[in-house]
């Protein structure tokens, strides 16, 4: 079955550091990737997301491309803030479910934590 | 954005009781909601899928007798673990798409301990 490996936490960087982590999937077909952010006390939100091969996703100064030759999707910021502290999920998402959208595929999360 | 909420936040119960959690989209309707379940240092596991006005889909391996799932409204959806267990203590998730969408938008999650 379709599933997300993704490397284990905590990372604990210092300010202005750059990050990456890192996350490779297996699946059937070709799926849309996502990397998803989890502040503390909040829910889950998209970060980024890239749909086909060679695809790069970006938003907030963190980027990941879409690697099908190496199946993975690797989540990188050039220089992280204490901000950035979270948990961030890499997610894949499947065919379609009857009558409910895409099925989400998560990997089990990495803290980050970036100190001053 | 589209914001989802979860009650209760936390609940701890006693074993053998019920608990029933509700996940609301605050501004927006929403046909369809996910329910997950996440294990300490684990991935998020989707339960079911709930489809406003119809019957839950479950996953493989998912109790349907047990997870009750309630979708009755487009911004209610309801999850009630009957007769909880110990080993029912977990955090529960809830996601809601909006009609027409593709992304899924994620409630706080809620922390059931049963004792």
């Known amino acids: 079955g379709d599933s997300v490996t993704q490397m284990e936490g905590p990372v604990t960087l210092s300010e202005e550091a750059f990050l990456t982590i890192n996350c490779t999937y297996t699946?059937?077909?070709?799926?849309?990737l996502f990397w998803y952010v989890q502040y503390p006390g909040e829910g889950l939100q998209l970060l980024l997301k890239?749909?086909?091969?060679?695809d790069k996703g970006s938003n907030k100064g963190f980027e990941a491309t879409y690697r099908k030759e190496t199946t993975s999707f690797h989540l990188e910021k050039g220089s992280v803030q204490v901000s950035d502290s979270a948990v961030y999920f890499c997610a894949l998402s499947t065919k379609k479910i009857t009558g409910g959208g895409n099925k989400l595929t998560f990997g089990t999360g990495t803290q980050l934590k970036v100190e001053l | 954005g589209a914001v989802v909420s979860q009650h209760p936040s936390r609940v701890i119960c006693k074993s053998g009781t019920s608990v029933k959690i509700e996940c609301r989209s605050l501004d927006f309707q929403a046909t369809t909601m996910f329910w997950y379940r996440q294990f300490p240092k684990q991935s998020l596991m989707l339960m079911a899928t709930?489809?406003?006005?119809?019957?839950?889909?479950?996953e493989q391996g998912v109790e349907k007798d047990k997870f009750l799932i309630n979708h009755a409204s487009l911004t209610l959806s309801t999850l009630t673990v009957t007769s909880a267990h110990p080993e029912d203590s977990s955090f529960y998730i809830c996601?809601?798409?909006?009609?027409?969408?593709?992304?899924?938008?994620f409630g706080p999650g809620t922390r059931l301990t049963v004792l």
């Open positions: 699946a059937t077909g070709y799926p849309s």
């Open positions: 709930s489809n406003e006005g119809s019957k839950a889909t479950y």
């Open positions: 996601s809601a798409r909006d009609i027409g969408g593709v992304e899924q938008f």
């Open positions: 890239a749909t086909k091969a060679d």
